[in-house]
């Protein structure tokens, strides 16, 4: 069993759609939690930063993590073509203190 | 302007052929790293460096050397490309492992024919 386990899609939404991407985990021990963007043929940007447990809002974009169910959540509001990339999670925390990548899920935003 | 530069973009090369990607970061970043992106497996780390001399493995270290020589620049060096190192690299670098925001490369491109 992977340590992040993310659905690679690919998530096709028509634009306005709200957008919900998700990871899993196995290691209770971590606390820092990312998503990062990657556009195509560039190299990935952090997007959203949540420490611990909670909800974390920026704009159209809303970040949640649920520590009792090891999953954590990226939803964007008034998806647009703009939005289309792949999405991926990042964790990290414990005793490794090394970020741990989901593989990505790939969204698509059609006009 | 904040960056992180890799070179080159891309790179078409033959098994065996010894060869060097650059990766040069302007932000004082103590801590660099090496992945390599592959379909369904996502990033995969290489190399890491906590500062200057100071180098370790990631999970995917086989047939790959860095060195750490100065704080801004972190080359990967393939003494023997194969193959099944045909993938795509990039370069990260940030204030501390783990809970730091990474800043990345824009990617090299590599295919070992």
């Known amino acids: 069993q992977k340590e992040v386990e993310q659905d690679p899609g690919p998530l096709s939404v028509p634009e306005g759609a709200i957008v919900s991407l998700n990871c899993t985990y196995s290691?209770?021990?971590?606390?820092?939690f990312m998503w990062y963007r990657q556009y195509s043929r560039k190299g990935p940007e952090l997007l959203m930063y949540t420490y611990s447990s909670g909800n974390k809002e920026d704009g159209r974009f809303t970040a949640q993590v649920d520590k009792s169910s090891k999953y954590i959540s990226l939803f964007i509001r008034d998806s647009q073509p703009s939005d289309s990339a792949t999405y991926l999670c990042a964790m990290s925390g414990g005793d490794t203190d090394k970020l741990i990548f989901g593989t990505g899920t790939r969204l698509q935003v059609f006009p | 302007e904040a960056q992180v530069t890799q070179n080159p973009r891309y790179l078409i090369t033959v098994t065996g052929k010894k060869l060097t990607v650059t990766c040069s970061q302007n932000m004082n970043h103590e801590y660099m790293s090496w992945y390599r992106q592959d379909p369904g497996l996502g990033l995969r780390q290489i190399y890491y460096?906590?500062?200057?001399?100071v180098t370790d493995k990631g999970d995917v270290p086989e047939g790959y050397k860095v060195s750490r020589k100065e704080k801004r620049n972190f080359p990967l060096i393939l003494e023997s490309p194969s193959p099944n190192q045909t993938s795509l690299y990039f370069c990260?670098?940030?204030w501390g492992q783990g809970s730091e925001k990474l800043f990345f490369g824009s990617g090299t491109q590599l295919s070992v024919l």
């Open positions: 460096s906590m500062n200057v001399e």
């Open positions: 290691n209770s021990a971590f606390q820092y």
């Open positions: 990260a670098s940030s």
